[in-house]
């Protein structure tokens, strides 16, 4: 079978995800959860922004663990608006 990429995928990051992650399945609950915030995070963006965001997220949002995003505080929630390596909206950090 040959590999086809699909059109979409044309900047660094967007082939990177293509070709290891787009459509295989995930059983993984935390990649699950990451996956999740990324999707409501790219809202009204580009899944390439999100894509080039991603690893600072991943940090910012302490590699996107639940339990420890559930227990945010405001504060915390302030600081991540300040990170100019995540998206910052505060709509979006506070869902």
Partial sequence: MEFKRCLWATKDSDIEYHD???GKPVHDDNLLFEMIIL???QAGL??????NKRESMRIA???FNPKIIAEYSI???EQLLLNPGIIR???KINA
């Fill in 20 to 22: 290891k992650e787009w």
């Fill in 39 to 41: 999707e409501g995070m």
């Fill in 75 to 77: 504060e915390k929630k």
């Fill in 89 to 91: 909206n505060k709509a």
């Fill in 61 to 63: 949002f302490d590699g």
């Fill in 46 to 51: 580009s899944w390439t922004t999100v894509l």
